[in-house]
């Protein structure tokens, strides 16, 4: 086994560190307070080619493949304070971009990859809705032929991005009668007459994530709008899912990196009682926790990215280090706060941050109740009856 990196990849990870640190921290605490998505921030993450990490370089994207473009996200996590943008650039890459990559028609392609690419487009998908969440192919928005083109009815919820997209992935049913099989996806352009996003939630963390509901009234798509075939909907929210369970979450492991760093610091400069804190043993073990969650996190998402990459990505893997990430960013973010005593839970320190942010990771790309589903079920243990 080897867990080297190649001098390519060492180089993007510098280089993306380098260039968060010098670029993208300057405003996130007013940002966060205020709740503003950093439109610069984004325009300087697109223009360093983060918009498009793992797409062809034909079609203006980095070219790169799943293990690369997680270790570019964790230089990025690693070296940006926000959150919100990471995030926001993750879903736009993972949900969007990438199906249109994977599915999309020579045209569709020729539309929409360049600019997704570029950044010039922000991507969202659309698929929760207000009774179907993590049951999400129960979802209940209809797509019904009509002429040469579709109509879409239905409210989506939770659309990371909505306020500021311009291209949305919209899942909808086309055969309600076949359940999973009867969903289609469609690629539903900002202005067009129906479509509306709402207005933007307040979250608790990814503050500046921009997030609203999406509503379809009577929404008229050509043809040509449909991602993919018409039933194939639910095939292509599951390979998306893939991609965000093992990607998305290589940010977070660089922002436990940075936590990390800045707790170990405390801990040896911080004195009370005439020692530095982190000599007692009960902050020094947390920091030792915290270490050992990173590490484990850290191998099962570059194990979950090295099987996509190779060509056969596992859902197991997926699973595990979704769960993995999101679960360590929780529990490390509280350590971080315990060490820090009264200033980890002060705004202006940014190690609060932390922990609003960890908060909806265990939610978003499927709660870690259904990853432990998804991997009890990969072990053989059977389903619950209906
Ligand atoms: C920050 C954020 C961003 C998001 N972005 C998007 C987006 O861009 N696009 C989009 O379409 N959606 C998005 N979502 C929605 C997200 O995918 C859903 O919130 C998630 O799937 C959970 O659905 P729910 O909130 O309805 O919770 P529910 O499904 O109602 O779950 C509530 C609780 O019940 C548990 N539960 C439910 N079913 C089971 C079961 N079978 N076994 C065990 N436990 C179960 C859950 O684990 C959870 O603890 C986002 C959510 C958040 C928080």
Redesign the pocket.
Known sequence: MDYSWTPEQDELYAGILRFARENLNATTLERDRTRRFGEEEWKKCAGFGLAGLCIPRESGGLGLDCLSTARALEALGRGCSDGGLGFSLS?HLF?CAVPVHLHGSPDQKERYLARLASGEWIG?????ESEA????FALKARARKEGDGYVISGE?S???NAPVARLFLVYASTAPENGFLGISAFLVERDTPGLKAGRPME?TG?TTSP?SSLYLDDCRVPASALLGREGAGGSIFKDSMGWERSCLFAFWLGALERQLEETVDHAKSRRQFGHPIGSNQAVSHRIADMKLRLEAARLLLYRACWERAAGHPSELAASLAKLAVSEAFVASSLDAVQIFGGSGVMQEIGIERYLRDAL?GT??S??S??QR?LIARALGLPPRRP
């Open positions: 879903a949900a969202a998908n659309a698929i929760t969440g993590s049951d999400a989506k939770f659309v990371t979250t990814l997030i909806p939610i978003y499927g709660t109740e259904m589903e």
